[in-house]
């Protein structure tokens, strides 16, 4: 059975950062591209950022991008979410999810299998 755990989430002042992290297991976690999505509130999913199985092709929605960096851990099952320079548009709840970019214009597709952390940017 897949399980994600999302952690790292928290209250932060604009222009603090956070590194967000998702425990993956249940599947081959190196075989599988990997998203973050967020969920803000009273909005629907939005798609964050993709990478690849091995890393090697990061993507970013342009309302992150320059911003926010992807990464992931094969070895150790994990993949990451580095959040500086952060706004208070980018309150929401963070999920992880296996798919890959390919579906970030509908966000809905993907299943999210973990619970999300919370983000609040706040002054």
């Known amino acids: 059975e897949v399980h994600l755990v999302e952690s790292g989430g928290g209250l932060v002042q604009p222009g603090g950062s956070l590194r967000l992290s998702c425990a993956a297991s249940?599947?081959?976690?190196?075989?599988?591209?990997m998203t973050w999505v967020r969920q803000a509130p009273g909005k629907g999913l939005e798609w964050v950022s993709s990478i690849s199985s091995n890393g090697s092709t990061p993507d970013y929605s342009d309302s992150v991008k320059g911003r926010f960096t992807i990464a992931r851990d094969n070895a150790k099952n994990t993949l990451y979410l580095q959040m500086n320079s952060l706004k208070t548009d980018d309150t929401g709840v963070y999920y992880c999810?296996?798919?890959?970019?390919?579906?970030?214009?509908?966000?809905?597709?993907?299943?999210?299998w973990g619970q999300g952390t919370q983000v609040t940017v706040s002054p």
């Open positions: 249940g599947f081959t976690f190196n075989d599988t591209d």
């Open positions: 999810a296996p798919g890959s970019a390919g579906l970030r214009r509908f966000p809905t597709l993907y299943t999210l």
